[in-house]
């Protein structure tokens, strides 16, 4: 069975955004999708965040797994992948994620030390890199660098802004052709 995990960002919530639009397209499709409440996403902490996507992912061995994460999600699944034991995940969908050390305190557990793009690669599977053009809260160059690292494929998404509801976006079109796409 194929399942869908969306990862929120920071101070995010499972509903917020276009994510309840993103379930009840696939809910048409018949692939169960569940938004994931992450721990303290006004104070995240990247071990606890890593540790809730590993209880969903870790408990579904025998399903096809597929991560989508938004902005802060980005970088907990990014974590998740560099420590999860073997490869479980299909493919990802990665929203306006950030990659770099930011000024941010609050979510620097997530961001301070380099990723290790080549075992994230090896546990990955299939990888779509979505971004806006005009993403002030995460510039564009994150995501081409990330897209870079992984290989993946980049979606450029004109005038997108931070790709979230306060940006306007309560579907999102481009997260759901490219599931469709890995889940090929």
């Not at 690292?149 to 306060?166: Q, S, T, Y």
């Amino acid at each position: 069975m194929k399942k869908v995990f969306l990862i929120h960002g920071f101070e995010g919530s499972p509903n917020g955004g276009w994510r309840p639009w993103l379930m009840a397209e696939l809910d048409k499709q018949g692939i169960y999708t569940c938004a994931l409440a992450m721990p303290s996403p006004n104070k995240p902490e990247s071990k606890d965040w890593v540790k809730e996507i590993s209880r969903h992912v870790e408990s579904n061995t025998k399903d096809q797994v597929y991560l989508v994460g938004h902005s802060l999600g980005v970088p907990a699944i990014l974590r998740y992948l560099e420590k999860a034991p073997g490869k479980q995940v299909r493919g990802v969908v990665l929203v306006s994620g950030p990659v770099f050390k930011i000024t941010k305190k609050k979510v620097a557990s997530f961001l301070n030390t380099p990723f290790n793009f080549k075992t994230i690669k090896q546990k990955a599977g299939k990888v779509v890199v979505i971004h806006g053009d005009t993403d002030r809260s995460v510039p564009i160059e994150q995501g081409v660098f990330l897209a870079k690292e992984l290989d993946a494929e980049l979606v450029i998404v004109k005038n997108g802004g931070h790709l979230n509801g306060a940006a306007g976006w309560n579907t999102l079109p481009h997260a759901l052709k490219a599931l469709t796409k890995i889940m090929r």
